[in-house]
């Protein structure tokens, strides 16, 4: 009946080690960590925070909030991080659904979002910053001593997030300490981290990799983090040799590709880079290994349970691929009506395992929809699995199109244009065609400083390589395609941009 921080805490061997060093000079060691979270619990506990209540935050990338996360979990709150690009409107989706006894935000917001919790009923609205209403002065003003840790099961809940809602509103995914433990532990133990690692985090932490994978992990392993405000390329390059290991999206490595002062000798110290959170290019693989000797390790997960395949620590990386289950992970193919499907057969990942979500907040439904009977998670990721056991993915559900009655993936296709010269990368949608139902498009960026093919060369090259029912009808060249904070395209806008291709 421990909570996840006394779990993680039990590992910890030197309270000297460091946990984060950050941006601006500071320092907090895994010693410091008990006084700092158990400050932040009594300031909690204080406005009324129990366990099972849920406490809201939007707030920028510090120590604190690394902080405030753990305390939530030493108080048996549910800890719901929001995305900082969230707007007031999306917030009142978010606070009324989740109807949260605390909401911390940023000091430029507290004003607003004052506004609306008081219309919304949300008792507590607290900022990171100083001055009336900050959760830090309650802080320096609790009574640390007085703090005692809540026991937690390993299945309540220890955080929901929310997913993207591209298809409908967003969904709360309920994440259970035994989930976040578990998938901590796997992945400590697959990327074989250790005390001694030094992991470089550049990535946001409202969002699972930022948060549960990258800072999980690391304290599920005892090891330290360089912690930087956001991405940026001339910082990483700066402090990686100081670093063992770095979590990022593909974005992060082709930013430092294009870096002339990202050389082999930066990153000759560091043992380990991972990709995660939307697809690697083979070819920004093959060019980084090119610049570093060193060959990203791709790997799988969603915001529902955390991480599920990669690629092994030792033994073969394949581009293309995210490699196998982790430790105690198990994954199966399945057509849509349950079948489970062989080798190198297409159809929808399913997931099982202790890492799997305990289902979306306040929606038995939806939750009863995604779980076959059987409790296996539906994914609506298209994959595979090949005759050697790795698993790759080829699209969501919900972006396969039906063309002529023919189901069409696309990133068979984007793979075809992926690999043209000229081309910097490529996204495939269908979009409504008289005819056919949908029309398969192509929506395609130059390579920079390069000669692009044209729309005929593209549909050729295509028909050349596959059938000629998932070959484009047509190409559109665009400047740059529309992603989320985490990288991933946004094929909803692309499709809704597009949706007139054939009507001219």
Do not use: H, N
């Given at each position: 009946m421990t909570n996840l921080y006394q779990h993680f805490r039990a590992g910890w061997s030197d309270p000297a080690r460091p946990l984060m060093h950050t941006d601006d000079g500071r320092t907090v060691t895994y010693g410091d960590l008990d006084g700092f979270t158990a400050a932040f619990g009594a300031a909690l506990t204080a406005a009324g925070v129990k366990k099972g209540d849920r406490v809201a935050v939007q707030v920028e990338k510090t120590p604190e909030a690394v902080l405030l996360y753990l305390a939530c979990q030493r108080v048996g709150a549910v800890y719901l991080p929001l995305n900082t690009a969230y707007t007031?409107?999306?917030?009142?989706?978010?606070?009324?659904?989740?109807?949260?006894?605390?909401?911390?935000?940023?000091?430029?917001?507290e004003g607003d979002i004052a506004d609306l919790c008081r219309r919304l009923g949300v008792p507590n609205v607290f900022t990171l910053g100083t001055g009336e209403g900050s959760l830090l002065d309650a802080v320096g003003n609790a009574d640390a001593g007085a703090f005692a840790d809540e026991k937690v099961a390993e299945d309540d809940l220890a955080a929901i997030l929310y997913t993207s809602g591209t298809t409908g509103r967003s969904k709360g995914a309920m994440l259970t300490r035994r989930g976040l433990q578990s998938n901590a532990e796997a992945l400590a133990d697959a990327w074989r981290f250790t005390p001694d690692d030094v992991l470089l985090h550049a990535l946001p932490i409202f969002h699972i990799h930022g948060l549960f994978v990258a800072i999980n992990t690391v304290l599920a392993s005892g090891a330290s983090m360089i912690f930087q405000a956001r991405f940026d390329p001339t910082a990483v390059i700066g402090a990686l040799p100081r670093a063992t290991a770095m979590m990022g999206v593909p974005t992060f490595y082709v930013r430092l590709l294009a870096e002339d002062g990202f050389t082999r000798d930066v990153a000759g110290h560091m043992r380990l880079f991972v990709s995660g959170s939307a697809p690697l290019l083979e070819e920004t693989f093959r060019a980084f290994e090119a610049r570093t000797g060193h060959r990203i390790l791709e790997r799988y997960g969603m915001t529902e349970t955390g991480m599920n395949t990669s690629n092994p620590y030792d033994g073969d990386r394949r581009p293309g691929t995210v490699g196998f289950p982790l430790p105690g992970v198990s994954v199966r193919v399945a057509a849509e009506d349950g079948t489970v499907l062989g080798r190198d057969e297409v159809g929808v990942l399913e997931v099982k395992g202790p890492n799997v979500f305990a289902g979306y907040w306040r929606m038995p439904e939806k939750t009863a929809e995604e779980f076959r009977p059987d409790g296996w998670f539906i994914t609506g990721d298209v994959g595979k699995i090949d005759a050697d056991g790795y698993v790759h993915i080829v699209g969501r559900s919900k972006d396969m199109i039906i063309s002529g009655g023919y189901n069409v993936y696309p990133?068979?296709?984007?793979?075809?244009?992926?690999?043209?010269?000229?081309?910097?990368?490529?996204?495939v949608i269908g979009v409504p065609h008289s005819d056919f139902g949908e029309g398969v498009v192509a929506v395609v960026v130059p390579e920079s400083g390069g000669q692009a093919p044209a729309e005929a060369d593209i549909i050729a090259a295509a028909r050349k390589h596959l059938a000629g029912y998932k070959a484009p009808k047509k190409v559109f060249f665009v400047d740059a395609l529309p992603r989320n904070t985490m990288g991933k395209v946004q094929k909803a806008e692309l499709r809704k941009r597009f949706a007139g291709a054939f009507d001219r």
């Open positions: 007031l409107s999306e917030l009142e989706y978010f606070l009324s659904d989740a109807e949260p006894v605390a909401m911390v935000c940023r000091p430029k917001d990133k068979e296709i984007e793979t075809v244009i992926d690999d043209m010269d000229g081309i910097g990368e490529s996204a």
